[in-house]
């Protein structure tokens, strides 16, 4: 009799059932991120890695070999979004703009390019100044010095307003070597009158150049650069005149 009881005590027996993982709300990722913050949608990801790992086994005892996996794989991302970073800049200088991503290429170019050209128009009309000579030396070197200084003026504009839209700009003077179309003059001695003539011709070629972006402005609906621009081709056209007027 005890026999039997026994037997049927154990089969009445349920077996042990293991306990079961308590699921974790994976954390929700954004819908949209701001520029500047290239990890924060990767950290995101890595979070419901962890909470999926969670599900998958007792929080009270996760097996170490499949942790140590993670955590690895973990810190390879890190690592390869890092070297992404840095091979991508404007993941870090990218600002946020309403224009298109073709429309800030396009734009950015071109006016890092004019950037280049005022430049090498500003640096041109410093050499002329520097080395003025003739007995109208006091008004022309005046001149031109009037000239150089507002041709400076615009160069951080420019470069601001680049960025403002997006883009990057210039990095080294051989940077502006490259892009510049106005050509230098290493020449050791130039006359007063081809000093102005020249000056008077590179500005109007300036002009020309910057109607021709004001176009590319029009097509992007940038109205902000293209009222810029219309300053300066008032400015370049005044230093024309000028000039003009001094070699007739």
Do not use: C
């Amino acid at each position: 009799m005890s026999t039997l009881k026994k037997n049927i005590s154990l089969a009445g027996m349920a077996p042990a059932s293991p306990a079961m993982p308590v699921r974790r709300a994976a954390p929700p990722l954004s819908p949209t991120e701001p520029p500047g913050a290239p990890f924060r949608q990767t950290d995101q990801l890595e979070d419901r890695l962890d909470a999926e790992l969670a599900d998958s086994f007792p929080a009270s005892d996760p097996p170490s070999i499949l942790r140590g996996s993670h955590d690895a794989t973990r810190s390879n991302r890190r690592k390869t979004m890092t070297i992404m970073t840095q091979d991508h800049p404007s993941a870090r200088l990218g600002t946020p703009s309403d224009l298109k991503s073709n429309a800030i290429t396009d734009l950015s170019a071109a006016l890092t390019t004019l950037l280049a050209d005022m430049f090498a128009l500003y640096t041109k009309t410093k050499n002329f100044h520097w080395h003025m000579s003739g007995p109208h030396f006091r008004d022309y070197h005046l001149l031109l010095d009037e000239q150089a200084t507002q041709i400076f003026a615009t160069t951080d504009t420019i470069a601001e307003r680049v960025r403002k839209i997006g883009g990057t700009t210039l990095r080294s003077i051989g940077h502006i070597g490259r892009l510049q179309r106005l050509l230098d003059n290493d020449a050791e001695f130039v006359s007063p009158g081809g000093m102005l003539a020249e000056l008077r011709d590179d500005n109007r070629q300036l002009t020309g150049y910057l109607r021709q972006t004001h176009a590319l402005w029009d097509e992007h609906n940038d109205v902000a650069t293209a009222s810029l621009i219309e300053v300066w081709i008032d400015e370049a056209e005044q230093r024309t005149w000028f000039l003009f007027e001094a070699t007739r």
